[in-house]
């Protein structure tokens, strides 16, 4: 069974950092391109980060270039997004996907509150 569970999220101020986790299991991590994607209620999920097997980063939104990284651990079945420069229009639920085996995964999310 696939699981994502996602972690890290929080209340922030405007400026601030916050660095999410997604640890897995269920499918061969090593393999696989991972990603993030937020939601705000009542809009769209919005694909923010992608990364493949190798470590290289092979998409960023153009919303969060400059402030937000993504990286993986293997060894860990680790993904993470590292956010900088948070902003409250990064406020959203933070959700890690895979597409494993014709399926997309989505984790649970972490909510992520960003005051002014």
């Known amino acids: 069974e696939v699981q994502l569970q996602a972690s890290g999220g929080g209340l922030v101020q405007a400026g601030g950092s916050l660095r999410l986790s997604c640890v897995t299991s269920?499918?061969?991590?090593?393999?696989?391109?991972m990603s993030w994607a937020r939601q705000v209620p009542g809009q769209r999920l919005d694909r923010l980060a992608t990364i493949n097997s190798g470590g290289e980063t092979t998409f960023v939104a153009d919303s969060i270039k400059g402030r937000f990284t993504i990286s993986r651990d293997n060894s860990r079945r680790t993904v993470y997004l590292q956010m900088n420069s948070l902003k409250p229009e990064d406020t959203a639920v933070y959700h890690c996907?895979?597409?494993?085996?014709?399926?997309?995964?989505w984790g649970q999310g972490t909510q992520v509150t960003v005051s002014s």
């Open positions: 996907h895979v597409f494993w085996k014709t399926r997309d995964y």
């Open positions: 269920g499918f061969a991590f090593g393999d696989t391109t």
